[in-house]
């Protein structure tokens, strides 16, 4: 899939964003301006934190560069592709291939095992049977899971049960994992080690945008973004 833009002029960039403004319910009375032009980029192998106040707009953003929500102005660019200007069948396409997602709630499917759970991503991916069941315990022992492979997620701690997220969005071998307060539900030293996965994902190449309100974890970012009153008021190099 090739850029749609003709001369663009391609960068090395993973993820660049330009101008993101959004505005819910635009010209009616309750009219909110939620991001008031937002710019980054991101290359292979990096890992932000983007950090706000409630209600600053960092899921927002997220959806939006995930391809889920789109933005009232400006553009998400993701290897060069502006992701929408694409078609729907196309913009489901390129998540699909580049894009993995991680939630504070894991998201697990209660009756199915951590193996399955990863698993079954692969399958809509076309993957199946030996492959499928190579490719998912490589994962979990990617997140040192291994040995609970055949676990329910009701018999795996909040920590393991983010771990095989994890092992979950990574079964398409995606470019980028967006996480939307990964650590929210754990505590202070399983969030630690969740967020050695996430470094040891990006000596792998995996570029991670994370949304979180620990400060001590944001610190563990390359770079840490502050989003207040619709703007990037401040970024920390870290």
């Not at 560069?65 to 290897?79: C, E, F, N, R, W």
């Not at 920590?159 to 307060?181: F, H, S, T, W």
């Not at 990964?182 to 399983?190: E, F, M, Q, S």
């Amino acid at each position: 899939m090739e850029s749609t833009a003709p001369n663009s002029t391609l960068s090395n960039n993973i993820l660049e964003i330009q101008d993101i403004e959004k505005i819910f319910n635009e010209g009616k009375r309750n009219e909110v301006n939620v991001l008031k032009g937002i710019d980054f980029q991101m290359q292979a192998g990096q890992f932000f934190a983007l950090m706000g106040p409630s209600g600053s707009g960092k899921s927002t953003l997220l959806n939006i560069v995930g391809g889920l929500l789109k933005s009232s102005a400006g553009t998400v660019k993701i290897k060069n592709i502006d992701i929408y200007s694409l078609k729907d069948d196309q913009l489901t396409a390129l998540r699909g291939a580049n894009i993995g997602w991680i939630f504070q709630s894991f998201g697990l499917i209660d009756n199915l095992t951590a193996l399955e759970n990863i698993i079954v991503p692969l399958n809509l991916a076309g993957i199946k049977d030996k492959d499928a069941y190579t490719r998912a315990m490589e994962l979990l022992s990617l997140v040192g899971l291994e040995d609970r492979a055949d676990h329910f997620p009701d018999g795996l701690s909040g920590g393991q049960k983010q771990r095989v997220a994890i092992a979950r969005a990574l079964a398409n071998d995606p470019l980028i994992l967006y996480a939307d307060e990964p650590t929210g539900n754990l505590d202070t030293k399983t969030g630690v080690e969740i967020i050695e996965i996430f470094k040891k994902l990006t000596k792998m190449g995996k570029s991670i945008l994370m949304v979180t309100h620990d400060v001590k974890l944001a610190h563990a970012a390359d770079q840490v973004f502050i989003l207040r009153n619709g703007k990037v008021e401040a970024e920390m190099e870290i």
